[in-house]
């Protein structure tokens, strides 16, 4: 990567204004369409699914919800059924099957800003499967049968769901935005948390010392608020960083020549990389509040910020970092 040509750009694709505020947006599993979650000025949520057909957004189908809708995941369905699970501002949690009627297939009632962390399995709707007192952000890994939280406090906890315990945790001196894990269908590998003040941290997960934990490395991306990371689905080395100045960070995690060395008491402790700056850029005036790579086309991804704006994008040569 010696010249500015080389390097990865990040390029806005399609442009489309919405008449009302965003606060995710998801790629469906296998399609060229995404998912649009917000709040109706009404005081309504909104969901709208829009196709990406010749350079530009069609609107597909559009569904209204009694609360507005803060989130969603197809974390929990299968390829073939593509459910989205969404969160409301009501502490619902609704479960959505996108080619049949305007009504969820069931709702469950939850909670967040109560400091819990609760563990939903759709096969049981009555009661959750897991339930941990004391997250802004979550992160889940199936392998590990882990769980992590970042709440406001700047405190990470990584919940072991084997035998409800907390196996870790620590605390990063500025509130938690985001958490996530590199890959969710691996050993744990790494974990980045972003925080209010521009920094964020990543911890290599593979070695977890008795006292000291997980090696971490911090970076101060930037000056304002880092919302959400995201990890390139086709490269857990890459990731994306949206910030509340509108802008986006893409970085690579360089590991070093050996990830665990041992302490002078002989007990094995982890050994953090490097983090490199690929590319940046400003796409508007207020602060990006989501990002979503496509499962399926490496370096195409959505993204939505409190302009009232939903782009896609395109990153190009991924192929070469």
């Known amino acids: 990567m010696s010249t500015p040509f080389e390097k990865p750009q990040i390029i ?106 609760k563990v939903w399995d759709p096969r049981q709707k009555d009661t959750p499967v897991a339930n941990m007192e004391p997250g802004e952000g979550h992160a889940f890994n199936a392998q590990d049968r882990c769980v992590c939280a970042g709440y406001d406090n700047g405190d990470i906890k990584l919940f072991d769901l084997r035998n409800m315990s907390v196996r870790w945790e620590t605390n990063i001196k500025n509130g938690v935005c985001c958490v996530e894990f590199d890959r969710k269908d691996i050993n744990m590998n790494k974990l980045v948390a972003t925080s209010l003040e521009g920094t964020f941290h990543v911890f290599d997960m593979r070695t977890q010392h008795p006292t000291k934990g997980f090696a971490s490395v911090s970076e101060k991306g930037q000056k304002s608020t880092i919302w959400q990371v995201r990890h390139l689905p086709q490269n857990r080395d890459v990731f994306m960083t949206a910030g509340g100045a509108g802008n986006l960070h893409l970085w690579k995690y360089d590991y070093p020549a050996q990830r665990s060395k041992e302490d002078s008491e002989g007990v094995s402790m982890g050994v953090a990389g490097t983090v490199n700056l690929l590319q940046n850029v400003t796409l508007s005036t207020q602060p990006i509040a989501s990002l979503d790579w496509s499962p399926d086309k490496k370096g195409l991804c959505v993204c939505s910020a409190f302009d009232q704006s939903v782009r896609v994008l395109i990153v190009t040569k991924l192929n070469r970092v």
């Not at 979650?37 to 057909?53: C, F, K, P």
């Not at 959505?96 to 909670?111: F, M, R, V």
Request: hydrophobic share 35%; with cysteine.
């Open 12 to 117: 806005s694709h399609i442009q489309k204004s919405l008449n009302y505020t965003i606060f995710d947006s998801k790629w469906i599993p296998c399609s060229a369409k995404f998912v649009c979650l917000g709040n109706l000025a009404r005081g309504t949520g909104v969901m709208q699914i829009y196709e990406v057909a010749r350079g530009e957004l069609r609107l597909v189908k559009e569904i209204e919800n009694a609360k507005p809708l803060k989130c969603g995941t197809f974390g929990a369905t299968s390829l073939q059924q593509r459910h989205i699970a969404t969160g409301d501002f009501g502490g619902n949690l609704n479960i959505w099957d996108l080619e049949a009627g305007e009504a969820p297939l069931y709702s469950i009632a939850t909670g967040s800003r109560d400091g819990t962390v």
